[in-house]
């Protein structure tokens, strides 16, 4: 039997990440992942690297160009005829993008000397570890650690099943080789909105039924509402407060039966994109046999310290609940690293980004004014547009808003809010800014680069005190 310091189920985000600085540390590492991709070679990387966060980005971000080309190069003076969007060879670039990164992960994990294995992990007692390997053979490991990073998968509603052919989920929505006419999704999420945008850009007329009231409940209210508005100009046909009933596929048409107000309504379209969520890898670990405990929702349990019920037995990432994000996936993985090397450990739940990749994007960080008010804070709010700077002029790019918001008296910042372009960028400064406690008035006294986006955080900095200069 093999034996290691730490095994790391899951070679996603949060489980490389927490394979190479536990290796970094001094401990010697197996990391196990049983991911496959299309042509059947395993590899590593997760959901993130190859069909989450790198693929979506790659066509938003060549479908932006399109949109750019369509939509605005005449406003610089570009005129352009002919153009042709040719999606498999944008498809092609998509999975090159994701080709490299993958083996980039690969690369790092063998330079920082990580013994990979691919194939299905399942625990045994006594912090065994049995590999069901891809090559038909079987390997049986002991660590004295072992961190489940096993991630999630897309999740359905009841009665409406993938086939990824008429009825996507997200992972079929990347791969579409040319845009549907006419393009359902069932959920205004992010992922809805991601793919929606991408579909939309691309031809696709888009139809998105969301089951709130409220559009993007988790973002303060002031960007959701103006972003759902700029969506909307932009052709995505967003429908709140939708109850589906009924959903029927045949080739190329999927009828979808909905509740609005009260009354059925029917849509009928080419493909639909189910994107409802996301739920925890668990299934196939063995995690009854080893007293691993889940909550209602399936995710495994962890305390402060990603410490599951079963002493020596670790989780991070989204199979741990909480955001369901690459980074803090990633935070949590070289947290526990130093945790289990006895050094201080600390993942700042409080300061994590959120970005919806959409046109313009949305950011944030901290928290929103709604929350604020909910639990009694008293707070002040500083908001800047995007039309009032320079640079946006400059880009062309004048659409949103940035917001801060502060404590009322100790001035420190509670959360920030972009909805514009470059805002995943952006957002950087806000968290810094929180992970530092700063106050508004810090971010109102340091100086920003002229002409620049950035000066919109300075200008929402000094607008909390009543004192934009621009605005
Ligand atoms: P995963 O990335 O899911 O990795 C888990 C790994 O564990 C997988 O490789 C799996 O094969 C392996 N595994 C599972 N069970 C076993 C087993 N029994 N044995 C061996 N291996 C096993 N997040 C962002 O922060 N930014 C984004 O822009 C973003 N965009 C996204 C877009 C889409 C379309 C989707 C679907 C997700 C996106 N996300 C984004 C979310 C992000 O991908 C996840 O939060 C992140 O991948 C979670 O990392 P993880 O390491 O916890 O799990
Ligand atoms: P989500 O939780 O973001 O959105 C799901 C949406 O579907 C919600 O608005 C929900 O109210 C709605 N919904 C649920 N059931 C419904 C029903 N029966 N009818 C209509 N609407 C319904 O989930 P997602 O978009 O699937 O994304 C999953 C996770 O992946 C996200 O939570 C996020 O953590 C991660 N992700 C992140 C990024 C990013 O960081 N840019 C991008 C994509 C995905």
Same mark, same amino acid.
């Given at each position: 039997?093999?034996?290691?310091?730490?095994?790391?189920?899951?070679?996603?985000?949060?489980?490389?990440?927490?394979?190479? $600085?536990?290796?970094?540390?001094?401990?010697?590492?197996?990391?196990?992942?049983?991911?496959?991709?299309?042509?059947?070679?395993?590899?590593?990387?997760?959901?993130?690297?190859?069909?989450?966060? /790198?693929?979506?980005?790659?066509?938003?971000?060549?479908?932006?160009?399109?949109?750019?080309?369509?939509?605005?190069?005449?406003?610089?003076?570009?005129?352009?005829?002919?153009?042709?969007?040719?999606?498999?060879?944008?498809?092609?670039?998509?999975?090159?993008?994701?080709?490299?990164?993958?083996?980039?992960?690969?690369?790092?994990?063998?330079?920082?000397?990580?013994?990979?294995?691919?194939?299905?992990?399942?625990?045994?007692?006594?912090? *065994?570890?049995?590999?069901?390997?891809?090559?038909?053979?079987?390997?049986?490991?002991?660590?004295?650690?072992?961190?489940?990073?096993?991630?999630?998968?897309?999740?359905?509603?009841?009665?409406?099943?993938?086939?990824?052919?008429?009825?996507?989920?997200?992972?079929?929505?990347?791969?579409?080789?040319?845009?549907?006419?006419?393009?359902?999704?069932?959920?205004?999420?992010?992922?809805?909105?991601?793919?929606?945008?991408?579909?939309?850009?691309?031809?696709?007329?888009? /139809?998105?039924?969301?089951?709130?009231?409220?559009?993007?409940?988790?973002?303060?209210?002031?960007?959701?509402?103006?972003?759902?508005?700029?969506?909307?100009?932009?052709?995505?046909?967003?429908?709140?407060?939708?109850?589906?009933?009924?959903?029927?596929?045949?080739?190329?048409?999927?009828?979808?039966?909905?509740?609005?107000?009260?009354?059925?309504?029917?849509?009928?379209?080419?493909?639909?994109?189910?994107?409802?969520?996301?739920?925890?890898?668990?299934?196939?670990?063995?995690?009854?046999?080893?007293?691993?405990?889940?909550?209602?929702?399936?995710?495994?349990?962890?305390?402060?310290?990603?410490?599951?019920?079963?002493?020596? /037995?670790?989780?991070?990432?989204?199979?741990?609940?909480?955001?369901?994000?690459?980074?803090?996936?990633?935070?949590?993985?070289?947290?526990?690293?130093?945790?289990?090397?006895?050094?201080?450990?600390?993942?700042?739940?409080?300061?994590?980004?959120?970005?919806?990749?959409?046109?313009?994007?949305?950011?944030?960080?901290?928290?929103?004014?709604?929350?604020?008010?909910?639990?009694?804070?008293?707070?002040?709010?500083?908001?800047?547009?995007? *039309?009032?700077?320079?640079?946006?002029?400059?880009?062309?790019?004048?659409?949103?808003?940035?917001?801060?918001?502060?404590?009322?008296?100790?001035? *420190?910042?509670?959360?920030?809010?972009?909805?514009?372009?470059?805002?995943?960028?952006?957002?950087?400064?806000?968290?810094?800014?929180?992970?530092?406690?700063?106050?508004?008035?810090?971010?109102? $006294?340091?100086?920003?680069?002229?002409?620049?986006?950035?000066?919109?955080?300075?200008?929402?900095?000094?607008?909390?005190?009543? *004192?934009?200069?621009?605005?």
């Amino acid at each position: 039997m093999q034996q290691f310091d730490v095994i790391v189920i899951g070679a996603g985000p949060a489980g490389y990440v927490c394979a190479i $600085r536990c290796a970094q540390l001094g401990f010697q590492v197996a990391c196990i992942d049983k991911w496959v991709n299309a042509k059947g070679k395993p590899t590593l990387g997760g959901t993130c690297l190859n069909v989450g966060c /790198i693929p979506s980005k790659a066509l938003l971000d060549s479908t932006h160009h399109v949109h750019f080309l369509r939509e605005q190069a005449a406003q610089h003076g570009l005129k352009i005829s002919g153009l042709e969007v040719d999606i498999p060879t944008m498809q092609k670039r998509k999975d090159k993008v994701v080709q490299i990164l993958t083996r980039g992960v690969a690369s790092l994990l063998k330079k920082n000397k990580v013994e990979v294995f691919a194939g299905s992990a399942r625990l045994g007692g006594e912090q *065994r570890v049995h590999v069901d390997q891809h090559d038909g053979s079987t390997v049986e490991m002991q660590g004295r650690h072992i961190v489940i990073a096993s991630g999630s998968q897309p999740t359905s509603i009841p009665d409406v099943g993938i086939d990824n052919e008429n009825i996507l989920d997200s992972t079929g929505a990347l791969g579409l080789q040319e845009a549907p006419e006419r393009l359902g999704i069932i959920g205004a999420g992010v992922i809805g909105l991601e793919m929606g945008s991408v579909w939309q850009r691309l031809g696709s007329e888009v /139809i998105i039924l969301e089951a709130l009231p409220d559009f993007l409940p988790a973002a303060d209210q002031t960007v959701s509402k103006e972003a759902m508005k700029l969506l909307a100009k932009q052709g995505l046909d967003i429908r709140m407060n939708c109850r589906v009933q009924e959903v029927q596929a045949s080739t190329g048409k999927v009828s979808v039966t909905y509740h609005l107000n009260g009354a059925e309504q029917r849509l009928e379209v080419n493909k639909l994109i189910v994107a409802v969520g996301r739920m925890a890898n668990t299934e196939g670990l063995g995690l009854d046999g080893v007293h691993v405990a889940t909550d209602q929702k399936g995710f495994i349990k962890v305390d402060a310290h990603w410490r599951t019920s079963s002493e020596g /037995i670790y989780a991070i990432g989204d199979v741990a609940g909480g955001a369901m994000l690459a980074h803090k996936g990633s935070e949590e993985g070289m947290a526990l690293a130093e945790h289990l090397a006895d050094q201080y450990a600390h993942v700042n739940y409080d300061a994590i980004p959120w970005v919806i990749y959409t046109w313009p994007e949305i950011a944030w960080v901290g928290q929103t004014e709604q929350q604020c008010k909910a639990s009694g804070i008293s707070y002040r709010t500083g908001e800047f547009p995007f *039309r009032a700077l320079g640079r946006a002029h400059a880009m062309d790019d004048t659409a949103g808003l940035f917001k801060i918001v502060c404590d009322k008296e100790s001035d *420190r910042i509670l959360g920030a809010h972009i909805l514009g372009p470059s805002a995943s960028e952006l957002i950087c400064e806000a968290v810094v800014a929180i992970e530092s406690e700063l106050c508004a008035e810090d971010l109102a $006294r340091m100086v920003h680069a002229h002409p620049s986006l950035a000066e919109g955080m300075h200008e929402a900095a000094l607008a909390a005190d009543q *004192r934009a200069i621009h605005f």
